[in-house]
T-cell receptor, first 108, second 120 residues
Framework: GQNIDQPTEMTATEGAIVQINCTYQ??????LFWYQQHAGEAPTFLSY????GLEEKGRFSSFLSRSKGYSYLLLKELQMKDSASYLC?????????FGAGTTVTVRA | EAQVTQNPRYLITVTGKKLTVTCSQN?????MSWYRQDPGLGLRQIYY???????DKGDVPEGYKVSRKEKRNFPLILESPSPNQTSLYFC???????????????????FGPGTRLTVT
């Protein structure tokens, strides 16, 4: 079975840093995705980690530790437009399993 | 413009009346997939397809059918809809990484705009 856990909600102040953790216990693992989803819209791709370590893309970074079944998404210099849900997803063979998502609220 | 389209965007129907939600992509992607999204449960994969005539079950396939007769189209069929299938449905597509290279959907998965289905 697939078990992917992430916090339900997080709140942070504009300009701050927020780290969204994701832990997974899955029957197999090929890679881990992070997606962003604004209310009422489709998810959009943020990052994909296959190997252990940190990948940085502008204000967003994603980290993976396969031995610990753990990933995090780091959002720096938060902006109001970053208020959204962030979805962690694990791919195993050709299946994709998502966590329930973390709703991030950015306050002025 | 590269895109995934879904139709209809909104649908209200009654229990037992067969319906089809269409999905089409213009990016020549091998991999296509259907998800449903429910509050507190996140996105759950219903079915996926690795190429024409190749489909397989995701985590919640019961009550759904799919077909992949052409590369660009991947319709979702509900033969006898029930109220527990009321949900937001997303279709997605991507290129496919070969199995020998951490196989699966490529990192760039494109989602359609969603179809909100209500079954009464």
């Amino acid at each position: 079975g697939q078990n992917i856990d992430q916090p339900t909600e997080m709140t942070a102040t504009e300009g701050a840093i927020v780290q969204i953790n994701c832990t997974y216990q899955t029957s197999g693992f090929n890679g881990l995705f992070w997606y962003q989803q604004h209310a009422g819209e489709a998810p959009t791709f943020l990052s994909y980690n296959v190997l252990d370590g940190l990948e940085e893309k502008g204000r967003f970074s994603s980290f993976l530790s396969r031995s610990k079944g753990y990933s995090y998404l780091l959002l720096k210099e938060l902006q109001m437009k970053d208020s959204a849900s962030y979805l962690c997803a694990v791919t195993n063979d050709y299946k994709l399993s998502f966590g329930a998502g973390t709703t991030v609220t950015v306050r002025a | 413009e590269a895109q995934v389209t879904q139709n209809p965007r909104y649908l209200i129907t009654v229990t037992g009346k067969k319906l089809t939600v269409t999905c089409s992509q213009n990016m020549n992607h091998e991999y296509m997939s259907w998800y449903r999204q429910d509050p507190g449960l996140g996105l759950r994969q219903i079915y996926y397809s690795m190429n024409v005539e190749v489909t397989d079950k995701g985590d919640v396939p019961e009550g759904y059918k799919v077909s992949r007769k052409e590369k660009r189209n991947f319709p979702l069929i509900l033969e006898s809809p029930s109220p527990n299938q009321t949900s937001l449905y997303f279709c997605a597509s991507s290129f496919l990484i070969p199995a020998g290279l951490a196989g699966g959907p490529s990192y760039e998965q494109y989602f359609g705009p969603g179809t909100r289905l209500t079954v009464t």
